[in-house]
């Protein structure tokens, strides 16, 4: 798996790893801190990606291809002493119906 730091506009949010079961790679090379810079709505997101990219049911091994495009899933592990930091995010992503990219 991969790991490293995620962090929102410069600020060290917590201590992150990225796995999937089905490998033992992630196909891109990441740097050791992951930003957030910038969020966008959910629907603004749906309209650029195509929609075979947000179906679970798609996903065969948590990995789908469409139109040349892969797309994988991959878990995101956070320390416990870390967990509220994240949840805080998740929620306030939800409640305004938002993505980080």
Not at 48 to 57: I, N, Q, S, V, W
Not at 87 to 99: G, I, R, T
């Amino acid at each position: 798996p991969w790991r490293g730091q995620l962090s929102i506009r410069g600020q060290l949010l917590c201590n992150i790893a990225l796995r999937t079961p089905y490998s033992s790679t992630i196909p891109a090379q990441l740097p050791p801190n992951l930003g957030i810079n910038h969020v966008m709505g959910l629907s603004d997101l749906k309209k650029k990606l195509p929609e075979a990219a947000f179906g679970k049911r798609n996903y065969i091994e948590n990995e789908v291809c469409f139109q040349g495009v892969y797309f994988s899933l991959y878990e995101v592990e956070i320390s416990n002493k870390d967990q509220y930091k994240m949840d805080q995010l998740v929620e306030n992503l939800k409640e305004k119906d938002l993505v980080s990219i």
